[in-house]
């Protein structure tokens, strides 16, 4: 199986807080929906975080990555 998109793992991390949030769900799914939802936290937020390094970067006339705060020095 392919890795899931961000928005994948985004609407998967939402359904497994609605079901957990319900109250109905045994304590054994429960933890084990509690254990998934935490990874793709985990993904979720290492995936933003590797877009925003990459959002902040720009390129230079001579083909060089520069920082944005960088770039006005």
Not at 17 to 26: H, K, W
Not at 30 to 53: P, R, V, Y
């Amino acid at each position: 199986m392919a890795n899931p998109t961000f928005e994948e793992s985004l609407q998967e991390l939402e359904q497994i807080v609605t079901r957990l949030e319900q109250g109905d769900v045994p304590l054994e799914e429960a933890l084990t929906a509690f254990q998934q939802g935490m990874i793709l936290s985990k993904q979720c937020k290492d995936t933003l975080s590797n877009a925003e390094k990459a959002l902040t970067k720009m390129m230079t006339d001579a083909n060089e990555e520069v920082v944005f705060d960088e770039a006005g020095q």
